[in-house]
Each structure stands twice: as C-alpha cells, then as structure tokens.
C-alpha cells in the first residue's frame, strides 16, 4: 500500500517539474536575470521597499507600545512606594495626633477641643 501511494505521488510530481522545466519564464523574474532596469524589477524593488516600511511600521509600534508598559509600571511602582512610605509615616506617629492640614481647629470630633 505505501509502495503505492509513493508511485502515485510521483507519478503527480514527475510531470509538474516538467512542466516548470519545459517553460523558460518560469525559470525566474526579470530581477533574477539581471534586467535591472525592466519595469517588472522596478516594480518588484518598489514592493520590497513598501513591504519592509510596513514591518518597520509594526515593529516601531510594538517597541512603542513596551515604552508605555514600562512607563506605566514605573509611575505604578513610585506611586505604591509613596503610599507605603505614607502609611509608615502614618503608622510611626504619637497617639493623639491630629495632622493640621486634615483638620481645622475647633472642628468638633478631631482635636477633643469644643467637643460639646
């Protein structure tokens, strides 16, 4: 059965390479040949160009797109140490402390003062 299916297969290939053989443009492009200065390597060199401002195009966006991630993870990181550092500042002050600017004298329930 495998012996056969590989008969058949090149059966099926023997006569596509004979047929890519048999015909002399298929052989390669006009850029292949050296004819720089046909319009088909023209065009090709122009596609080429166009292809490789579409991968730079993708690969800038990508590079500018990890920028941003680690932009925002840094300003994510400076703000969790502040917020650390204030609860130990926080956390590090006498019983009884009120901060003046949380509060304004005479306010009844902050300082015990006029508490009535």
Known sequence: MKMQRRVTTWLRVIPALAAVE??????GCA???GASDAPMA?????????????VG???????????????????????????AHAAARHENR???????????????GTDGANDG
């Open 57 to 83: 195009f993708v690969l800038s966006g990508l590079v500018a797109f990890f920028v941003m991630l680690g932009k925002r993870s840094a300003a994510a990181s400076r703000a969790r140490e502040a917020v």
């Open 94 to 108: 006498p019983t009884g402390f009120v901060c003046p600017q949380a509060t304004t004298p005479g306010q009844p």
């Open 22 to 27: 048999a015909v002399p443009k298929a052989w």
């Open 31 to 33: 850029t292949c040949f």
């Open 42 to 54: 023209k065009g090709l060199n122009v596609g080429i160009l166009f292809l490789l401002g579409v």
